[in-house]
């Protein structure tokens, strides 16, 4: 049974980093370029296959209610070789509640989290549909300025051009 080089990712292409044989520092410079020109705070975490190598975060407050939209930096190493880069976003509230921003992101539970924890209902109430607009644009912004660097230090932008019963899948590149 064959599978696909690179897993499911949020980007927007498969940002990958593949390097010539013998060239083991590839990932190594991908990862310092991004965090020189995102400007983010360096961090060093494996999970499963997934190295964690930073993140860029914006800080606010609604009503009371202090929130975090924090985005990880994500290098995924690819089941045959290179790698391929990705993040991940979500919304951290100080009392220590935690969402996933991206597709399914739920905006009710959201809601809910925000219109209960105020100290104004009232105000939450009418106004939580323009604070669940501002997260998702920021949300957006920081995913599309780390697309940015991702497109810059990437050794290949690539989309999926078939995928097979038997998991082979086969790449093109994206210009």
Known sequence: MATSNFGRTNTSVLYAVIGEEGDDFICDDARGNILCELDADSENKFNNNEHIFGNIYGTDSFCGVGFTISTDLIMQAGYYEGAVLDYNTVIQFDNGAEFEIGEGFDTDDTYDMIVFETENYG?????????????????????????????????????????????????????
């Open 123 to 175: 105000l939450a109430t009418m106004n939580c549909k323009k604070l669940m607009d501002y997260i998702e644009r920021s949300a957006t912004a920081q995913e599309e300025h780390i697309e940015t660097a991702y497109a810059m230090y990437c050794t290949n932008k690539l989309e999926v051009s078939a995928r097979f019963s038997n998991g082979e899948t086969m790449y093109s590149e994206v210009a």
